[in-house]
């Protein structure tokens, strides 16, 4: 699923927010949910940024000094100018999964663990790394993305109710997209199609929204079947 927004239990007391997850990964042995960042230009994760290079630590070593590990810091230009911004992309995803959680168990369901990782997606940003931060993984690329996918599957039986999870949570997504035994019950938006008066077929421009352009769709995947988007 892509674009899943519910509200989250701590929202009943009085707050009016809602919670948002960018993909979400729903297969017969693991739950994940993917953070996906398009940005341009510098990105350190998990790791330090003074540590990189003797230039960066002398230009923005004092920025950071006091920067928790689970920070991201990204350089970027704008108007001309070299800019640094921090945030927690990490931290972030790992929220949205405890939310998510507690919104399925308040719905009568038992989740299992939630993997979360974060996709840093943009094809001209240089991303430096670390596998893990904040118990979450970071990926820069898509066959990255995929073995980062696949890594989750390690459980021996199945123990995901993917229809009862799906079944709760379609309806609060922009798109639900199947593979394998789930590629006819759950058809993409994107993969509507019309007629135009040649007799060949097109794309129908009503029903593609944002994620035409995202980097992911997310999958409902059998046990059996390799990651691919769709």
């Not at 042995?29 to 960066?56: C, N, Q, T």
């Not at 997209?177 to 993969?191: A, M, R």
Request: hydrophobic residues 35%.
């Amino acid at each position: 699923m892509s674009n899943v927004l519910f509200r989250p239990p701590e929202a009943d007391d009085g707050k009016v927010f809602h919670a948002q997850i960018d993909h979400l990964v729903v297969t017969e042995r693991s739950l994940l949910i993917v953070e996906s960042k398009y940005w341009k230009y510098a990105v350190f994760d998990g790791v330090d940024i003074r540590a990189h290079s003797d230039s960066l630590r002398i230009l923005f070593g004092d920025l950071v000094e006091d920067l928790p590990r689970q920070h991201a810091v990204h350089l970027y230009r704008e108007d001309d100018r070299v800019k640094l911004r921090t945030s927690s992309p990490a931290g972030q995803v790992r929220l949205q999964a405890h939310r998510l959680s507690s919104f399925l168990t308040m719905r009568g369901g038992t989740p299992p663990w939630i993997n979360t990782c974060v996709y840093y997606c943009h094809p001209e940003s240089k991303v430096h790394h670390a596998d893990f931060n904040n118990r979450t993984a970071i990926v820069s690329s898509y066959p990255a993305l995929g073995r980062m996918i696949m890594s989750t599957q390690t459980a021996e039986t199945a123990r995901v109710d993917v229809d009862a999870i799906v079944g709760a949570l379609a309806p609060l997504s922009t798109d639900t997209t199947g593979t394998g035994i789930y590629s006819q019950k759950w058809t993409s938006i994107l993969d509507a199609h019309s007629v135009n008066v040649s007799g060949s077929t097109a794309m129908d421009s009503s029903s593609v929204g944002r994620h035409a352009r995202a980097p992911i769709s997310t999958m409902a995947m059998s046990k059996s079947e390799s990651p691919r988007s769709t």
